[in-house]
């Protein structure tokens, strides 16, 4: 059974970065993709990124572009999340989340048999 922790929130000021990391247990990551996903208090979950698996195809969405970007180690059996330039608006619980092979539920919307915890980032002076 597949388990995902996510670590590396916290608070940091406007401008600053975060690298969060989503690690694995209880299986290989090799097979899956892993997504990004956050939510802010009041607003609905929002995805973030995504990673496919053997590919290493990427997606971001719009608030994050040229700011955010994702990596694998799939040795460490790691995905990593570098944060740059962050803002406040950045503050939110980031979730990870994995499906097998690609980014389809991502891109699609649809749904996640595997979940992390959540860490929190706050961003703010």
């Known amino acids: 059974q597949l388990q995902l922790v996510e670590s590396g929130g916290g608070l940091v000021q406007p401008g600053g970065s975060l690298r969060l990391s989503c690690a694995a247990s209880?299986?290989?990551?090799?097979?899956?993709?892993i997504a990004w996903f956050r939510q802010a208090p009041g607003k609905e979950r929002e995805g973030v990124s995504c990673i496919s698996s053997s590919d290493g195809i990427t997606y971001y969405a719009d608030s994050v572009k040229g700011r955010f970007t994702i990596s694998r180690d799939n040795a460490n059996n790691t995905v990593y999340l570098q944060m740059n330039s962050l803002k406040p608006e950045d503050t939110a619980v980031y979730y990870c989340?994995?499906?097998?092979?690609?980014?389809?539920?991502?891109?699609?919307?649809?749904?996640?048999?595997?979940w992390g915890q959540g860490t929190q980032v706050t961003v703010s002076s």
């Open positions: 989340a994995a499906e097998d092979y690609f980014c389809s539920a991502y891109v699609l919307g649809g749904g996640y048999d595997y």
């Open positions: 209880g299986s290989t990551l090799d097979n899956y993709a």
